[in-house]
Nanobody
Framework: QLQLVQSGGGWVQPGDSLTLCCTA?????????RAWFRQAPGKEREFVAA????????YYTDSVKGRFVISRDSGGNTEYLQMDRLQPDDTAVYYC???????????????????WGQGTQVTVSS
């Protein structure tokens, strides 16, 4: 079992930036695909961004392209979601996820991930 612990989140105003962190209990570099999903009130959980297991490919949902960036620390444990120019529509509970066996074509599929963080609230409001 891979444990994922999230930190960051909170309340910000439109246009502000925020960084979310997701720390794994072990080095996942080259072994796990890592991803971020979010769930807004009354909506289904949706894909936000992902890094392939090899780390060589990054994917973003269209609504966050150019505003959100995923990165990781040199140790391979912690993934970051840097969120810039936040908008009220970005308000949601954000979850990080990981999986060892997921293929690239399935990175956007919530059901393919076995391991999840606890979720963290991001609220964008004036």
């Amino acid at each position: 079992q891979l444990q994922l612990v999230q930190s960051g989140g909170g309340w910000v105003q439109p246009g502000d930036s925020l960084t979310l962190c997701c720390t794994a209990a072990e080095d996942t570099d080259g072994r796990y695909a890592r991803a971020w999903f979010r769930q807004a009130p009354g909506k289904e959980r949706e894909f936000v961004a992902a890094r392939s297991r090899t780390g060589g490919s990054l994917y973003y949902t269209d609504s966050v392209k150019g505003r959100f960036v995923i990165s990781r620390d040199s140790g391979g444990n912690t993934e970051y979601l840097q969120m810039d120019r936040l908008q009220p529509d970005d308000t949601a509970v954000y979850y990080c996820a990981a999986d060892r066996n997921i293929i690239t074509s399935s990175l956007r599929l919530e059901r393919e991930y076995d391991f999840w963080g606890q979720g963290t609230q991001v609220t964008v409001s004036s």
